[in-house]
């Protein structure tokens, strides 16, 4: 089980509820508008986040050559 902060930037809640790959919304307001804090190291690895994370890694180290 890994947890994650988050904040709706439609309603505005924040707080800390299990992440779910499968749901990338707001447990209040359901709005899809929500930033979130999970590291890195606690995502499975075909996650799609963290899939995006080791992408964006891999572009920026091929940048600075």
Not at 26 to 50: K, M, T, W, Y
Not at 57 to 65: L, Q, R, S
């Amino acid at each position: 089980m890994t947890m994650a902060q988050f904040r709706c930037r439609s309603c505005g809640k924040e707080g800390v509820w299990v992440y779910d790959a499968e749901r990338f919304a707001c447990p209040s307001c359901d709005s899809i508008d929500v930033q979130f804090i999970v590291e890195r190291h606690e995502l499975a690895g075909n996650d799609p986040i963290a899939k995006k994370m080791d992408e964006l890694a891999a572009e920026e180290a091929a940048k600075k050559g």
